[in-house]
Structures are given as structure tokens and as C-alpha cells.
């Protein structure tokens, strides 16, 4: 199982970036796919974005497509959220996530998660 350790999170304004890193450790990066979820309060956890092990596909939500790209480096054995144009409904914890089957929207699909990030987008 490879360990997951999110960071980058934080306090912004609307309209504003943050850049999210998953730092994996324990087992081979590029082996596995990589995917970012959320999760607002009170709400269920929600698929952001994920990324195949080259990086050669790519899924998004609908709702972050045009302002989120996803990316990795496999030589840094680190994945990234790079967020942009960020709105209030974007506030929630952030995991990523990883898998050794193929690319999924779906979170039972990805067996291995970080403990999360907390992104708070301000009005």
C-alpha cells in the first residue's frame, strides 16, 4: 500500500489559487493511478479529478473543469491540484488517492488515501 500525505491547503479569497501536493511514499508512484476527492461538511465525498500512472489520461468533475488541472511527477513520486478561479462551494478537505486498477470517478475504486487538506474559499 503506498502512503499518501496531502499539503498546500489553506485560507483564500474567491477567485484566488492554491496548489495542492500528495507526497506518496512506501510503494512505486508510477504504478499506480492518482485521484483528488472532496468533501464538504455534511455533504459525501466527491470526485475532483483523477490521472492515469503516465499521465496520459485525465477525468475532472464538471464542476472544476476549465479552473482545476491535475498533474503528477513520478520522479518526485508526488501528485498535484492546482486550483484556480476558486469559489466558496469549492471549501471543503481535499484526500487523494490511488489505485492499481484503472481510472475510476468512483472513491471505492481507490484504495489508498491521505488524511486530507482543508481548502477554505472566503466570499
Known amino acids: 500500500q503506498v502512503q499518501l500525505v496531502e499539503s498546500g491547503g489553506g485560507l483564500v479569497q474567491a477567485g484566488g489559487s492554491l496548489r495542492l501536493s500528495c507526497a506518496a511514499s512506501g510503494r512505486t508512484f508510477s504504478n499506480y493511478v492518482m485521484a483528488w476527492f472532496s468533501q464538504a461538511p455534511g455533504k459525501e465525498r466527491e470526485f475532483v479529478a483523477a490521472?492515469?500512472?503516465?499521465?496520459?489520461?485525465?477525468l475532472y468533475a464538471d464542476s472544476v473543469k476549465g479552473r482545476f488541472t491535475i498533474s503528477r511527477d513520478n520522479a518526485k513520486n508526488t501528485g498535484y491540484l492546482q486550483m484556480n478561479s476558486l469559489k466558496p462551494e469549492d471549501t471543503a478537505v481535499y484526500y487523494c488517492a490511488t489505485s492499481r486498477t484503472k481510472l475510476s470517478r468512483t472513491g471505492r475504486a481507490y484504495d489508498g488515501w491521505g488524511q486530507g487538506t482543508q481548502v477554505t474559499v472566503s466570499s
Open positions: 490521472i492515469s500512472t503516465s499521465g496520459s489520461t485525465i
